[in-house]
C-alpha cells in the first residue's frame, strides 16, 4: 500500500496564473503574460506595459502557467514566522533541510470518497538540501485519483519564485510492463532553490471510493529530514466511523478528538523531530518510523472475504490452452505435491514477473487467462494464474493476499489495502504448502524471506480468513560449506569447496543463471581471488543452476602459490575462505534495531592436509558465543597430519533492539579477529 507521504493523486492545474514567452525571429525572448493572440499581432503585458508584436516577427509562443496563491505569501503567518527567525545550519549539523511545517487534513465525505490537503513549509539548509526541498514526485491511478495544486513557489531574499508548468512533468513509471502500465507518474521542481530559501506548496487530492479502493492512509511523521511540526487533521461525517492506530508515537505528541455537528475531528502533532541517519541492517522504513493508520469501520474479515471471493471467481478463466498444459506439465506426476512442483516451477519460470505493486495496478487480479496469455504477471496475478493451473489439474488450492514485513499488520482494521502479495496455499502428501512463484529462483517449497511469518487474507477456501504463513527456521534457510585443501612444503594451498543451499540463500545463487558465461567465469575468479591474492582458479560446476526441480550443487577448486609464509621452521596461513570482517558493526551505538528478513544458518567445515614433516603448533582459540540472539561456534582439531576447522553461525532472531546492539557487535569483533589470526606450523 502507498504511504501517503507525497503528490498521489492525478494532476489537475488549479486557476494557474500566466508567465508566457514569446520567441522573436531576430532572437528575442520577451516574458510576460500573453493577452490576446489574433491573425495580426501577439500582445503581451510585460513590465506594466503592454505591447502588440507583429506576428510575422514571432517565431513561437510558449504559454506557461504558475500555480500562485491570490493572497500575498510574505503575509502569511507560518512562512512569516520562519523566515522572522530562520533556522541556524549549525543547529541541524547533519541535515540539508527543514521541514518547517507538514499539515496534513484528511476530509471523509458521506459516500466514503475523500479529500486529502497537505501543505508543506520547507527551509534549505545546505547545498545538499536544495534538491530534495524543491523536488517532490509520486504515482497515481487515473479514474481513481486526481490532484489541484493550490500553489507552490520559494522565496529567495524576499523575492517569490512560483511554480510553473515548465517544471512538472507527467509520464508513465512502468512503461516497460506494457500489461500493467496503468500508474502515471509526476514529477516537479519548485525553482529558484539557494542554501537560505524558503519553500511553500499545498496540493489537494479527490479520491473516489471503490469496494477495492478503500480508504487507507498511512502517514509518517518522522523521515530522513528533521521535521518542526507535524500536524494530521481528519474530519469525519456523522455517518462513518474512523479506525486509527498510532505506531511508535514520538516523545511529546498530541492528540485530540472534538465532535462537531455533523462529524468529528481528529488531530495529532509531533514536534521537534529530529532525521533518521542511515544505518546497515535497519527495518523497513514503516516499522519503525512514528505514523498513523486510518481506516473506516464497516468490513469484517469474514464479510470482505464474501465479497471478493465473488469476484476472484468471476475473474478465474481457465481455458482448454490452459487445461491442456496443465494436464501436460502433471503428465507421470506421482502425487499431488510432484503435480504442484510442476505446476509452481512452470509458472515461476515461464510468466514473467512484473514488478508493479498492487496500489499501482490493481488489487484485483486480471482475467487468469489474460495472465497465461500476455505469460506476465505481478505479485498478484502470477499467484492467481497458479491458483487456476492448479485448480485445472484437479487439485485443490486456497488463495490469499498476503502481506509482507514492509508495515505492521492490523488485524483490527479489515482493509485489502494492507496487502501486497498473493499465494496458493495447499495440503498435499500431508503437507501444508505456501506456494508464492513470484521469481524463478525459490524453489516450490522456499518461501520468499519477506512473506514468512506474515498474516495472510485467506478469500478462496475453508476456516478462518487471515491465517499465518510459515516462518522457515535457520535449518531450513543454510549456506553448508565443505572444504578440502592440501599445504605443500612450498606454501602452495591446492584444494577445491563444495557449498549446498537452502532458501534464501539457494534463490540468491541461483541469479547467476542469467549471467553471460564470459562474466560467470569472471564472478568465479573473483571468488577464487578472495581466498588468496595469488589464487588461480582451476575449475568450478554449477548442478540445476537452471532446474527448479532440484536443489543448487555449486563446487570450485582452486591452486594458490605461496599462500603460507614460511619462517625458519614455521609455516604460517589464515584459514582459507574465512576473511570476517567487523565493518559491519563499526558504530559505536545505533538508533534502530538490526533487521534481517529470515533467519539464517552459515555452517563451514575446512579440512587441510598438512605438508609432510609439519605439526600443529598454534591455532585461533575456539569460540562459543551466544550473543543478540546469534549464535556462533568454532573450533580446530588436529589428527593423522589432517587440521580441521569448524564453524556455525547461527542467526535465529531477526530483530535485535538498539539496545542489544553492543552485544552484536561484540559477536562481529570475535568473529573478525578470529579470520584475522594465525595457524602456525613447526616442522618436527
Not at 465532535?259 to 481528529?266: A, F, I, L, M, T
Not at 569447496?497 to 540463500?505: A, E, L
Not at 582452486?558 to 567487523?582: H, N, V
Request: glycine share 6%.
Amino acid at each position: 500500500m502507498k504511504t501517503l507521504m507525497l503528490l498521489s493523486a492525478a494532476f489537475l492545474l488549479a486557476s494557474p496564473a500566466s508567465a508566457d514567452v514569446v520567441y522573436l525571429n531576430d532572437g528575442a525572448e520577451i516574458s510576460g503574460a500573453v493577452t490576446a493572440v489574433d491573425a495580426a499581432s501577439v500582445s503581451v503585458l510585460a513590465g506594466g506595459k503592454k505591447t502588440a508584436y507583429p506576428r510575422k516577427d514571432v517565431m513561437r509562443v510558449q504559454l506557461v502557467k504558475e500555480y500562485s496563491a491570490a493572497a500575498d505569501p510574505l503575509k502569511d503567518p507560518e512562512l512569516s514566522r520562519l523566515l522572522a527567525a530562520r533556522p541556524s545550519p549549525d543547529a541541524y549539523p547533519n541535515d540539508g533541510l527543514l521541514n518547517w511545517l507538514t499539515e496534513i487534513e484528511v476530509t471523509i465525505n458521506p459516500d466514503r470518497s475523500w479529500t486529502t490537503s497537505r501543505r508543506n513549509v520547507r527551509y534549505v539548509l545546505r547545498e545538499r538540501g536544495k534538491s530534495p526541498a524543491a523536488y517532490f514526485s509520486s504515482t497515481f491511478l487515473p479514474g481513481l485519483e486526481k490532484v489541484s495544486i493550490d500553489y507552490a513557489f520559494s522565496v529567495t531574499d524576499s523575492s517569490v519564485s512560483w511554480l510553473n508548468d515548465l517544471s512538472v512533468m507527467d509520464g508513465s513509471p512502468f512503461v516497460g510492463y506494457p500489461s500493467y502500465d496503468r500508474a502515471r507518474l509526476i514529477k516537479a521542481a519548485i525553482p529558484n532553490v539557494q542554501i537560505g530559501s524558503a519553500l511553500d506548496y499545498r496540493y489537494r487530492t479527490d479520491t473516489v471510493y471503490a469496494s477495492t479502493y478503500p480508504f487507507f492512509a498511512e502517514f509518517a511523521m518522522r523521515g530522513y529530514e528533521p521535521v518542526k511540526t507535524w500536524r494530521l487533521i481528519v474530519n469525519v461525517p456523522e455517518n462513518l466511523k474512523l479506525k486509527y492506530s498510532v505506531f511508535n508515537q514520538p516523545k511529546g505528541a498530541a492528540f485530540s478528538r472534538t465532535d462537531k455537528g455533523g462529524g468529528s475531528v481528529y488531530v495529532w502533532e509531533a514536534y521537534d523531530l529530529p532525521s533518521y541517519r542511515s544505518e546497515q541492517n535497519s527495518p523497513p522504513y514503516l516499522r519503525y518510523a512514528p505514523h498513523v493508520v486510518l481506516s473506516l469501520e464497516g468490513d469484517s474479515w469474514d464479510s470482505l472475504k464474501g465479497s471478493l471471493a465473488e469476484q476472484l471467481r468471476a475473474l478465474l478463466v481457465i481455458t482448454p490452452e490452459m487445461r491442456a498444459k496443465a494436464a501436460e506439465l502433471t503428465a507421470g506426476a506421482a502425487g499431488d505435491e510432484v503435480r504442484a512442483e510442476a505446476l509452481y516451477n512452470w509458472t515461476a519460470r515461464e510468466i514473467k514477473f512484473q514488478d508493479v505493486g498492487l496500489d499501482d495496478f490493481s488489487y484485483l487480479p486480471r482475467p487468469s487467462d489474460q495472465v497465461f496469455a500476455t505469460k506476465a504477471g505481478n505479485a498478484l496475478d502470477k499467484p492467481f494464474l497458479l491458483y487456476a493451473m492448479l485448480t485445472a489439474a484437479g487439485l485443490s488450492p486456497e488463495f490469499a493476499y498476503a502481506h509482507t514485513k514492509y508495515s505492521p499488520f492490523r488485524e483490527d482494521m479489515p482493509n485489502i489495502r494492507q496487502f501486497d502479495s498473493a499465494e496458493c496455499l495447499l495440503h498435499a502428501a500431508g503437507r501444508e504448502l505456501t506456494l508464492a512463484p513470484l521469481w524463478d529462483s525459490y524453489r516450490y517449497d522456499e518461501l520468499v524471506s519477506t512473506l514468512q511469518g506474515m498474516p495472510a487474507f485467506k478469500v478462496l477456501g475453508a476456516g478462518p480468513a487471515i491465517v499465518t504463513n510459515p516462518d522457515r527456521s535457520s535449518d531450513e534457510e543454510y549456506s553448508r560449506t565443505e572444504a578440502s585443501y592440501s599445504l605443500g612444503a612450498d606454501g602452495g594451498l591446492s584444494g577445491s569447496f563444495t557449498q549446498k543451499v537452502r532458501g534464501g540463500y539457494q534463490a540468491s545463487m541461483r541469479g547467476y543463471k542469467d549471467y553471460k558465461k564470459a562474466d560467470l567465469d569472471r564472478d568465479m575468479e573473483k571468488i577464487a581471488h578472495s581466498v588468496h591474492p595469488t589464487a588461480r582458479l582451476r575449475d568450478y560446476r554449477f548442478g540445476g543452476l537452471d532446474d527448479l526441480s532440484r536443489d543448487l550443487d555449486f563446487g570450485l577448486s582452486l591452486d594458490a602459490a605461496g599462500y603460507a609464509m614460511k619462517a625458519g621452521k614455521y609455516m604460517l596461513f589464515k584459514l582459507p575462505g574465512l576473511g570476517y570482517s567487523a565493518a559491519g558493526a563499526a558504530q559505536t551505538e545505533r538508533e534502530l534495531p538490526l533487521f534481517w528478513y529470515s533467519r539464517g544458518l552459515n555452517a563451514r567445515r575446512i579440512s587441510i592436509k598438512l605438508p609432510p614433516g609439519y605439526a600443529l603448533y598454534h591455532a585461533p582459540k575456539p569460540l562459543d558465543l551466544k550473543l543478540a540472539g546469534e549464535t556462533y561456534k568454532a573450533g580446530f582439531s588436529a589428527a593423522a597430519g589432517t587440521l580441521t576447522f569448524t564453524e556455525e553461525f547461527r542467526t535465529d532472531n531477526t530483530w535485535i533492539e538498539s539496545k542489544d546492539y553492543p552485544q552484536y557487535k561484540a559477536l562481529k569483533e570475535a568473529m573478525a579477529a578470529l579470520s584475522e589470526d594465525w595457524v602456525v606450523l613447526v616442522k618436527k
